[in-house]
Antibody, heavy 119, light 107 residues
Framework: EVQLVETGGGLVQPGGSLGLSCAVS????????MSWVRQAPGKGLEWVAV???????YYADSVKGRFTISRDNSKNTLYLQINRLRAEDTAMYYC?????????????WGQGTLVTVSS | EIVLTQSPGTLSLSPGERATLSCRAS???????LAWYQQKPGQAPRLLIY???SRATGIPDRFSGSGSGTDFSLTISRLEPEDFAVYYC????????FGQGTKVEIK
């Protein structure tokens, strides 16, 4: 059975940092494209970052330079390091597997972890 | 960046009725790269349709997708109680973008 379980969310002050984790079972993170997608309260979905199976990483312009996506193949876990947090980063953060090739979509999602940026 | 505009914002229908949701792109999108998701309150999005018209595993055949170029649609042929939710379209161009969502609510 495929499972993605995010942890690490919480309340953090503006300018602070937070590290999110996504523990995956049922497939290998190293063999797949993996992404983070976020959703501000009451709002729509926003793609944040992707790590390719080869290790290349890419970011949405809104988070470039502040967020870092990475993975630990031995732990089959995806990470998102978030620095210099802003109020507008407040959101539920989902990890998701990206199906690529003939199509590009997100097939498996975690349940999300909530990040709240407030003083 | 390709912008996806979904309409209507809210669709008020009764169980058993047909729902048609629209997703319009600011520039042409490959049909292969258009997907639809369903999201219920407190839950993660669930993949419904990929490649504009292919149903994901386990998705009932009352859900269908169509369209090409800049105009795509999701149709739910007969609404079941569990179908009342928010629906998002998503495209892949250089990166992934989502529409703002259509809420299907019980009339």
């Amino acid at each position: 059975e495929v499972q993605l379980v995010e942890t690490g969310g919480g309340l953090v002050q503006p300018g602070g940092s937070l590290g999110l984790s996504c523990a995956v079972s049922g497939f290998s993170v190293s063999s797949n494209y993996m992404s983070w997608v976020r959703q501000a309260p009451g709002k729509g979905l926003e793609w944040v970052a992707v790590i390719y199976s080869g290790g290349s990483t890419y970011y949405a312009d809104s988070v470039k330079g502040r967020f870092t996506i990475s993975r630990d193949n031995s732990k089959n876990t995806l990470y998102l390091q978030i620095n210099r947090l802003r109020a507008e980063d407040t959101a539920m953060y989902y990890c998701a597997r990206v199906v690529v090739g003939a199509n590009h979509y997100f097939d498996y999602w975690g349940q999300g972890t909530l990040v709240t940026v407030s003083s | 960046e390709i912008v996806l505009t979904q309409s209507p914002g809210t669709l008020s229908l009764s169980p058993g009725e047909r729902a048609t949701l629209s997703c319009r792109a600011s520039q042409s999108v490959s049909s292969s790269y258009l997907a639809w998701y369903q999201q219920k309150p407190g839950q993660a999005p669930r993949l419904l349709i990929y490649g504009a018209s292919s149903r994901a595993t386990g998705i009932p055949d009352r859900f269908s997708g169509s369209g090409s170029g800049t105009d795509f649609s999701l149709t739910i042929s007969r609404l079941e109680p569990e179908d009342f939710a928010v629906y998002y379209c998503q495209q892949y161009g250089s990166w992934w973008t989502f529409g703002q969502g259509t809420k299907v609510e019980i009339k």
